[in-house]
């Protein structure tokens, strides 16, 4: 999320050309096309095995970079986890990061703010079930959210609940085949 006068004021302008029809249709683009990029772009690196016995662990590590423009306030790394696992999920990241899950996703975050140019990261860890068979496919990475400036403190459920925050995902399909 930017803290630059510039994004505000690109704000203010796209508030401004929704509230006076007489700005002209070409302001209005020029500031449109700037609004629909993200705040902050992720180049997202994730590791796992290629091969796990049933009934295995996966070990999955997310690593992403934050290519700018902005520094990233609102920002969740994790995804959909694989169909067949059991038991506790572990995780490991920088001292800080904290992780919630539910029956589909799995998504962790710190108490800081992303630079640009920095890096952050988490390491997943999850147990297959003895009678899991096939590929197990994960779909990870990082989740990013343009939050308007003073409303980078909300929690995920917030910001979905208030809506109308223009999200951005960084990541990809894991897939691990299961074999034995």
Same mark, same amino acid.
């Given at each position: *999320? ?39 772009? *992720? ?9 796990? #016995? ?40 920088? #001292? ?54 003073? *409303? ?20 990809? #399909? ?7």
């Amino acid at each position: *999320m930017p803290k630059s006068i510039t994004k505000a004021a690109a704000f203010t302008l796209i508030a401004g050309a929704l509230i006076l029809p007489a700005v002209p249709a070409s302001a209005t683009t020029a500031v449109k096309a700037s609004a629909d990029e993200p705040y902050s772009v *992720m180049k997202t690196t994730i590791t796992a095995p290629k091969t796990v #016995k049933r009934g295995g662990k996966i070990s999955y590590r997310i690593k992403v970079l934050n290519t700018g423009p902005h520094q990233a306030d609102a920002y969740w790394l994790g995804g959909k986890l694989p169909k067949g696992i059991t038991g506790k999920i572990y995780y490991g990241g920088p #001292k800080g990061t904290k992780c919630e899950t539910d029956t589909v996703e799995f998504w962790c975050w710190g108490p800081w703010e992303l630079e640009k140019g920095d890096v952050d990261w988490i390491g997943i860890e999850v147990t297959l079930k003895k009678n899991t068979k096939g590929v197990a496919t994960a779909e990870l990475g990082a989740l990013v959210y343009d939050v308007p400036i003073g *409303m980078e403190n909300l929690d995920k459920e917030e910001i979905d609940r208030i809506g109308g925050f223009k999200r951005w995902f960084y990541g990809k #399909k894991v897939k691990t085949k299961i074999t034995g």
